[in-house]
């Protein structure tokens, strides 16, 4: 007996929202080639060979609309790569749940639907760096626009370790009120988060903050530490006491602009960033590769609070 395409396409499409309501299958989800599902008269309807047939008609131009949509509405992957995607999106929706910031450490971890364990810190750091949402100009759009409904600071223009204080921060003025800053001194711990003391180098380094860092922090009550009166000295005295203290904060404001940049700390020896900074009449142009060893192989010598800059832009060896 000749049965219309329209009757067989029907039929692929009864057996693909079957097999999705009988696993339980919401949202995207490809369909395993050797599928076959029980539906009307046939026995094994071959759903896993008829979804790649639905793909080729779309290409080729055969799918109308009206299909296309019903289809879009069952959760049809239409392309490899989209499954991934969505499962990535669901695990940080959870994450930012209950986080409140898609700003996790570069080691966190965190499971999946299925209690799979996921390396969110690292996919993070992978989707803000240069091309990290794919090749195609219109997709890494799309997912850009669909990470900024999750967070809209998912991308921020500063390093990740100072959003995730930030949030952590602006939630306890939340719950508590702007008298809760007063109680947050070096040592207090939040979530394995030295943010007393982040604290207090957000005071201390206000003018190396950009505006909008200032701003936000303005509006939770935080204001910049008091400078001491200088004690009066000679002109070239002057000079030569600010100089270091001047070139390491170039270093770690290059630093942090890289890492924003690409996701890591890995920084080739001859690597030179260029970096604005407050006060400059011009960009500054850091060797930053030959900086980081120069710093590193000194680190005996330098303060607790520059110790702690380095930690909490992630080199362990600080």
Excluded at 111 to 121: E, Y
Excluded at 281 to 290: C, Q, S, T
């Amino acid at each position: 007996m000749y049965r219309p395409e329209s009757l067989v396409w029907l039929e692929g499409y009864q057996a693909l929202q079957r097999w999705r309501d009988e696993n339980g299958i919401t949202g995207l989800y490809a369909v395993p080639y050797d599928v076959e599902v029980e539906v009307g008269a046939t026995e094994a309807f071959p759903l896993g060979r008829w979804v790649p047939q639905q793909r080729k008609a779309l290409r080729v131009g055969q799918l109308d609309d009206h299909r296309r949509q019903l289809l879009d509405e069952a959760g049809m992957v239409w392309e490899p790569g989209e499954e991934a995607w969505e499962n990535k999106l669901a695990v940080l929706r959870s994450y930012r749940r209950v986080h409140a910031h898609l700003a996790p450490r570069q080691d966190a971890v965190w499971d999946d639907t299925d209690g799979r364990s996921v390396a969110i810190g690292q996919l993070m750091a992978n989707l803000r760096r240069k091309g990290g949402l794919g090749k195609d100009p219109e997709r890494a759009k799309t997912r850009a626009e669909q990470l900024r409904a999750i967070a809209p600071d998912w991308n921020c223009p500063w390093p990740l370790n100072w959003q995730r204080h930030y949030r952590v921060l602006a939630d306890l003025v939340d719950a508590d009120g702007p008298g809760i800053l007063d109680e947050i001194r070096p040592g207090v711990m939040v979530d394995g988060d030295d943010l007393g003391t982040w604290l207090q180098r957000q005071q201390r380094d206000w003018n190396l903050l950009s505006a909008e860092q200032r701003e936000r922090l303005a509006r939770l009550g935080l204001k910049p530490a008091q400078q001491p009166t200088p004690t009066p000295v000679g002109k070239d005295a002057a000079k030569k006491a600010g100089k270091p203290s001047a070139a390491f904060q170039r270093g770690i404001a290059a630093l942090a602009q890289y890492i924003a940049r690409e996701g890591h700390h890995r920084v080739p020896r001859s690597h030179a960033e260029e970096i604005a900074m407050e006060g400059e009449g011009a960009p500054v142009v850091v060797k930053l590769g030959v900086w980081i060893s120069n710093t590193k192989s000194r680190r005996d010598k330098l303060t607790q609070e520059q110790l702690n800059a380095l930690r909490e832009l992630g080199m362990e060896w600080a």
